[in-house]
Each structure stands twice: as C-alpha cells, then as structure tokens.
C-alpha cells in the first residue's frame, strides 16, 4: 500500500493569532491501494496453478501418517527408501510434528514438505472431528472405524509370508516404496519378519530385484530359477504373416 502526504491549509476565524497559526501546514495521508495503480499491478505476476509435471522421490525417504483415536497422538513414520523404518515421530498437533520433520532433516524438498504437511493437518482434523483419516485420500466418515481397525490388527498378527506377484511391475516406481512401507507395518502387526516371495517371469536382474525387495530383512535370501526341460538349442520359433482377415481365419482353422 502507497502512502502519499499533501499539504493542506486550515482556517479559523476566531483571532487572529489562531488564524496564523491555522495558514500552518498540516500533514494528511491519502491511501491508495495497488488495484489503483497501473504501475504498481503491472509489476504482479499472475501464475494460474498446475499440477507437477513429475513427481520426484525424495532420497531423505518417505513417511507413513497414522493418527491414533484412542490416544488422541498423530504417529508420524519415517522411512527409508530401502522400506526401513528409521523414525517415529508422535504428537498431537501437526505444525509441530512438521517442525521436528524439518528441524531433523527428514526430508530434502518442498513439494514433500507441502504434501507432508497437508497430510498431517488432515489427520489432525480427523482426530478433532471422528472423521476416518487414509493417507492419500479425502476425509471421510466411517461409522465403525474402531472395530474395524482392531480386527485388522487381530487378523495381522498370524501372518507369516507375503507373495507378491508380478514383482517387476513395483522394482524402480512409487507403488514399490509403498508396498515395501506396508510390508513393514505388517511385520511390526505380526511381531516377526515376514517371508518375502516374490514372482515375475520377465526379469533380466533378479538378484538387484531381491536385494530391493528384501529391504532390511536379516533373513537369508536367495534366487529361485528353476531350469525349463527344454534348452535353448530345442525352443521351436515360428513366425508366421497374416496379410487379411480371411488368411487369418484359415490359420487359425
């Protein structure tokens, strides 16, 4: 806001001395805001909001926001990007488990920070108000939020091994990081370390794939590929052009 100051005049008739006194200048200030001010607006720059155009994994790791109703504590999980649990941050008030993230160096950029701090405000507000709190998702009611999670947590506890199919698809992409954080809530809920099986019939690294899927498992791991009756040398090719549908059909009769 611009403030200008104008002279400006009194004058009083009562005698002459005050009548002196009031030709005296006097300060006034006139206001002007910048929606009047052409010069002033022109120097604004205007930036419409777009979502990222990629989404970068931050390598101080990546966290898990758990509030706890029955406590009233916001459970705030650090992970590391192998899957390790490095950190658990508790409090009940989101800008000061945000604080203490920032403070300890937990995370390394802005977008993450925004998108942490977002996701705790949204479990502080779930606490305040019973709403159902899921990370990554809008708030929402779930009438028996607490009988659900209790049996959840009953259930976790006879789990021994978990078999992820299709394992490549989840190596190198954000879903990875998050199925290694779920893996390691699970063995934290079943008390013991999970045995981690995993299948894919297109992988050229297997052993890098284990290392990462492993995470930090004490467990012995080991690559299972079991040899085909028929060698390379036996493997029959064929490669076969069908020109138009009706060749097609023949073929295929």
Sequence with gaps: MKVAVRQDYGVDSRSSHDHEAAKKPTAALSFQTPGNSDKTASRVERLPARAPKTLRLDKAGFFVVLPQAATGLIICEHYEN????????????????????????????????????????????????????????????????????????????????????????????????????????????????????????????????????????????RVLNPQTQASAAETDVRLDYVGSLQNAAEKSA
């Design 82 to 221: 192998s899957g390790r649990l490095a950190h658990v941050i508790e409090g009940r008030k989101a800008a000061v488990i945000a604080a203490t993230v920032i403070e300890q160096g937990l995370l390394t950029q802005l977008d993450h920070a925004a998108y942490l701090g977002r996701e705790l405000t949204k479990a502080e507000i779930a606490l305040n108000t019973g709403s159902h709190y899921e990370q990554d998702a809008a708030l929402g009611i779930l009438p028996s939020k607490k009988s659900q999670s209790t049996e959840a947590c009953e259930m976790l506890k006879g789990v021994r091994l978990a078999v992820i199919d299709e394992i490549h698809a989840f190596a190198g992409d954000d879903r990875g990081w998050h199925l290694l954080a779920v893996l390691e809530r699970i063995s934290r809920l079943a008390g013991r370390e999970l045995q981690r099986i995993g299948l894919s019939a297109t992988v050229g690294n297997p052993e890098e794939l284990l290392e990462w899927m492993a995470g930090h498992c004490e467990g012995s791991k």
